[in-house]
């Protein structure tokens, strides 16, 4: 006999075969890292989003706290410092001292007109006195100038000396220079000299110490500076001091 074709009955409206499922097709295999990752939920409607993790601030509050125990020390250094300065003002009362000049002698005092230089030299007898019940001072040195208009003609060294409390010094400075002047300056000394009234500033910048008892305050400046007007400027001739007028100020 011959072979016959098998047919196979179908059910009519039965869905048509498919292939297994991934999931059994999988079966066996182990599953990837993507498939072990968990679903990402989606907030709820209306509900508030989930806070970020709080920053880490340890560095921050330790560089804080420097901070701010470097500003205490320093405003307890400045209380400090403030209070005895208090208590040593209202102990010791201190005064400016005053300072004048009480002589000018003229020793030298040439023109040449030619090179348009005056050389000059002066010996300045100066009377500082100290009103302090319990202060010393102590000047360190210091310059001592003398100019006419604003041009410096000559300068000098202040000594090196200690003045006890209410005590007056009288030191001699002595001034030498030479200065090269241009002709309007030239011209103004010799009609000022010609008239009888010349003016003078004698400056001096000290540094000075202060000294409370036994304690020694650090170094400032003095700073005397005197107004003269002299009758002439005729060498060998101790001038005329016709006004003086001078003033002291301590600088800090």
């Known amino acids: 006999m011959g072979d016959y074709n098998r047919i196979h009955p179908v059910t009519v409206g039965s869905p048509p075969p498919t292939s297994a499922p991934p999931e059994q097709a999988s079966r066996g295999k182990k599953p990837s890292h993507e498939q072990l990752q968990l679903p990402v939920t989606a907030p709820a409607p209306g509900a ?52 004048r000049v009480d002589r000018l002698t003229v020793t030298r005092f040439d023109v040449n007109t030619t090179t348009m230089t005056v050389t000059d030299a002066f010996d300045v007898d100066v009377t500082a006195t100290n009103p302090n019940k319990r202060i010393g001072i102590y000047y360190d040195g210091g310059e001592v100038t003398a100019s006419f208009n604003g041009t410096q003609l000559c300068r000098g060294d202040f000594p090196t000396l200690y003045q006890g409390h ?3 010094v009288q030191p001699r400075i002595t001034l ?11 011209a103004q000394l010799a009609q000022q000299r010609q008239a009888g009234f010349v003016p003078l500033t004698v400056r001096a910048r000290v540094p000075i110490r202060i000294k409370f008892g036994a304690i020694k305050l650090w170094k400032m400046t003095g700073k005397a500076d005197c107004n003269l007007v002299v009758d002439n400027l005729q060498a060998g ?12 100020k301590l600088k800090i």
Do not use: M, W
Not at 176 to 185: F, I, N
């Open 48 to 99: 508030p989003a989930p806070l970020p993790p709080p920053p880490r601030r340890k560095r921050h509050s330790r560089c804080c706290r420097c901070v701010c125990c470097t500003l205490l020390a320093v405003v307890l250094l400045v209380v400090a410092l403030a209070a005895t300065a208090g208590i040593l003002y209202l102990v010791f009362r201190p005064k400016i001292p005053n300072f």
């Open 166 to 168: 209410r005590t007056t």
């Open 176 to 186: 030498t220079g030479e200065t090269r002047l241009d002709s309007a300056v030239v």
């Open 237 to 248: 001739t101790q001038l005329r001091i016709r006004s003086n007028s001078c003033s002291f």
